[in-house]
T-cell receptor
Framework: QKEVEQNSGPLSVPEGAIASLNCTYS??????FFWYRQYSGKSPELIMF????GDKEDGRFTAQLNKASQYVSLLIRDSQPSDSATYLC????????????FGKGTRLHILP | GAGVSQSPRYKVAKRGQDVALRCDPI?????LFWYQQALGQGPEFLTY????????KSGLPSDRFFAERPEGSVSTLKIQRTQQEDSAVYLC????????????FGNGTRLTVT
């Protein structure tokens, strides 16, 4: 099992709908979880981070963490065409010296 | 500085040449990471530092890759005898604390080996 897994997509969502992005991780001891957005040809930019079980909301974005099931998700409400990008999930891996490991990313396409 | 600065922005090297990529992290940031990102893939971990100490270099693909951060600030990633498979974007990121802090990325260096 890979340390951080994401569906590569593309995930197509109509404008105005909710986009749901998922990520699973292998290290039960992981404590920090991050979502980054990456536009083509650009570097990743932080959208949200979450450390505790449950939901964390920031504007149109909600991060959800379930440590028992080892998954973290990102919901984007009222999706806009500008949300079209690759979304990277990143997790700290304790059994690898607390490094931050990225998934391969999910490509999201918002349909106008 | 205001953000993580990487140079050069683009580098073209002939196969067999040595290259050096520079990363200047956000002032005061303790941790510094290097990642390699191939087209259409997520960033792959290469190595990371806490201050001047290189805590993990398990992601370096071969002994042709070497990274240093001698004074705990600027870091250099060196690739010797470049090969075509080294072509990728090399991303540097820094964070403010030892654990659990988000990474802030530079713009990356796009290396093309011909």
């Amino acid at each position: 099992q890979k340390e951080v897994e994401q569906n590569s997509g593309p995930l197509s969502v109509p404008e105005g709908a909710i986009a749901s992005l998922n990520c699973t991780y292998s290290d039960r001891g992981s404590q920090s979880f991050f979502w980054y957005r990456q536009y083509s040809g650009k570097s990743p930019e932080l959208i949200m981070f979450i450390y505790s079980n449950g939901d964390k909301e920031d504007g149109r974005f909600t991060a959800q963490l379930n440590k028992a099931s080892q998954y973290v998700s990102l919901l984007i409400r009222d999706s806009q065409p500008s949300d079209s990008a690759t979304y990277l999930c990143a997790v700290n891996i304790l059994n690898r010296d607390d490094k931050i490991i990225f998934g391969k990313g999910t490509r999201l396409h918002i349909l106008p | 500085g205001a953000g993580v600065s990487q140079s050069p922005r683009y580098k073209v090297a002939k196969r067999g040449q040595d290259v050096a990529l520079r990363c200047d992290p956000i002032s005061g940031h303790v941790s510094l990471f290097w990642y390699q990102q191939a087209l259409g893939q997520g960033p792959e971990f290469l190595t990371y530092f806490q201050n001047e100490a290189q805590l993990d270099k398990s992601g370096l693909p071969s002994d042709r890759f070497f990274a240093e951060r001698p004074e705990g600030s600027v870091s250099t990633l060196k690739i010797q005898r470049t090969q075509q498979e080294d072509s990728a974007v090399y991303l540097c990121a820094s964070s403010s604390a030892v654990k659990n802090s988000p990474l802030h990325f530079g713009n990356g260096t796009r290396l093309t080996v011909t």
